[in-house]
């Protein structure tokens, strides 16, 4: 196997699994922070520096003719390719914030990724009540731990679950969508389906 250099370029030095948000942001404690925040560089420390390099910050400009990016880090040079990843994810208004509260079910793309946590978990903490716009499985998924978390809702919060649809999880087996409903109906969440969120006052 011919020798492979491997250059990552990335605006953060952490590794975020996020796949587990919705139990985390409950509520502080439920998970340390070693289970879903992980150093880029201490993963891969165990690689010679001619086999991986890692450049913190933003990729700026991609020259295809010459091969190589272009990274807003200033002590690194362009950096050339033969072979180019783009791996940028995807974003919408809600994970940034925009009209919304910006609880990071994504890596915020400006700020401090443990600090934007700690924020969401305290205001979950001191809301007494929580609307969440959307049924999908992280909608479904948050409304439920933040229940399980402060004990089944009750007198502490009131946390309701806005399904544009007449059901959560839509596109699932009908099965799965009243067994996900009664679940959520049985830890005190309050649906309403076919609802949108038109207007929304963020404080």
Known sequence: MPDISVTLVNP???YYFNLAAPRFLAKSGLLPSSKYIHSITDVFSKYSGDRFRFLQGNATAINLRGQY????????????????VIASGSTTPAAIGRESFPAPFKVPLEGDLSAAIQR?????????TIIIGGAGPIGVEFAGEIAEAYGYAGPQKKITLVSGTDTVLAG???????????????????????SRVRKRNII
Do not use: I, M, N, W
């Open 120 to 128: 969401t978990q305290a205001a979950v903490e001191s809301a007494k």
């Open 172 to 194: 699932l087996t009908p099965g799965v969508q009243d067994a996900a409903a009664r679940l959520l109906r049985g830890k005190g969440v309050h649906l309403r389906t076919s």
């Open 69 to 84: 990016v272009c990274v807003d880090d200033p002590t690194s040079s362009p950096v050339p390719y033969d072979f180019l």
């Open 12 to 14: 953060s030095k952490e």
